[in-house]
């Protein structure tokens, strides 16, 4: 699996409707048949910061993904709302997706 975590910080006047500006491209994303996820998140501390926690099977569908239009578009959207150069990490690692944190689990009520 190829796992990516991305760290965008939005301009202030586009952080509000970050989610909806990149709503297309995350739908198409998702859509792709070696995506396992791809999920937004925004940072408590700093309401301009989103992170994107995204994975794909393999490093051919990673590929796909990046020669797609709908990353191309989505790119070109962002740019115009983005306040610094996102920051990424990006690696391969052996599972398919998320598995289960051993050492937490719910108690009962």
Do not use: C, K, Y
């Amino acid at each position: 699996m190829i796992f990516i975590a991305v760290r965008f910080t939005a301009r202030p006047d586009h952080a509000d409707h970050w989610l909806d500006l990149v709503a297309d491209f995350t739908r198409a994303t998702r859509e792709e048949p070696g995506n396992l996820f791809f999920d937004w998140s925004r940072s408590v501390d700093d309401p301009n910061v989103f992170v994107l926690l995204e994975a794909f099977a393999d490093a051919e569908a990673g590929a796909a993904h990046v020669a797609s239009a709908h990353f191309t578009a989505g790119l070109a959207t962002m740019a115009g709302a983005i306040a610094t150069t996102p920051e990424i990490i990006n690696v391969e690692v052996p599972q398919q997706g998320w598995v289960a944190m051993a050492e937490l689990a719910p108690t009962e009520a």
